[in-house]
């Protein structure tokens, strides 16, 4: 079956750094896509990666291992903003979207 | 204004009754899904239409049925809602290029039927 693992919920400090973890298992590849779903809204696209590495855009970046089914998003200079789910989706050999659970982020002061 | 627009923001009804969500876009996406989401799960794909002739079943499609009517129009309908469809619906589209995964949300549609 098709899986996407990331930790349930993660608690942080307003100005520190963060990483949030995916596993994936999905038949094929086609890419990894991170959102963001603050409380009681609609989820906004973060970042995309199809191929190994680290792509940055601004306080935040994703990673990603195709060989290990594996990607991180790395949040610096946390924002009590930034308090929210975050979603970890991949597009399997049929262009599918496979979606995790999420990661609830709480941002202590 | 919203670029994908859902329409009820909220719903209370019985078990039984018709109910239909309405999405309309202004994207000029093609793509357009409906999924549901419910505490503690990801989010579950109900249906999905390429193109305007185009209907598609996702992982959860029973109970429910969708109506592509235009481009711009996709509306989701449970014919006899049952207390474990109460849950936040999202309307979502996306573009035809290699970034299909890159979705455009509606606010959501939250549902409770009693």
């Known amino acids: 079956g098709q899986n996407i693992d990331q930790p349930t919920e993660m608690t942080a400090t307003e100005g520190a750094i963060v990483q949030i973890n995916c596993t994936y298992q999905?038949?094929?590849?086609?890419?990894l896509f991170w959102y963001q779903q603050h409380a009681g809204e609609a989820p906004t696209f973060l970042s995309y990666?199809?191929l190994d590495g680290l792509e940055e855009k601004g306080r935040f970046s994703s990673f990603l291992s195709r060989s290990k089914g594996y990607s991180y998003l790395l949040l610096k200079e946390l924002q009590m903003k930034d308090s929210a789910s975050y979603l970890c989706?991949?597009?399997?050999?049929?262009?599918?979207?496979?979606w995790g659970a999420g990661t609830k982020l709480i941002i202590k002061p | 204004d919203a670029d994908v627009t859902q329409t009820p923001r909220n719903r209370i009804t019985k078990t039984g009754k018709r109910i239909m969500l309405e999405c309309s876009q202004t994207?000029?996406?093609?793509?357009m899904y409906w999924y549901r989401q419910d505490p503690g799960l990801g989010l579950r794909l109900i249906y999905y239409?390429?193109?305007?002739?185009?209907?598609n079943k996702g992982e959860i499609s029973d109970g429910y049925s969708v109506s592509r009517q235009a481009q711009a129009k996709f509306s989701l309908s449970l014919e006899s809602a049952i207390p474990n469809q109460t849950a936040l619906y999202f309307c979502?589209?996306?573009?035809?290029?290699?970034?299909?995964?890159?979705?455009?949300f509606g606010e959501g549609s939250r549902l409770t039927v009693l």
């Open positions: 999905t038949s094929g590849f086609n890419g």
């Open positions: 994207k000029g996406h093609d793509r």
């Open positions: 989706a991949v597009t399997d050999s049929n262009y599918q979207l496979i």
């Open positions: 979502a589209t996306s573009d035809t290029g290699v970034h299909t995964g890159e979705l455009f």
């Open positions: 990666n199809v």
């Open positions: 239409s390429f193109d305007v002739k185009d209907i």
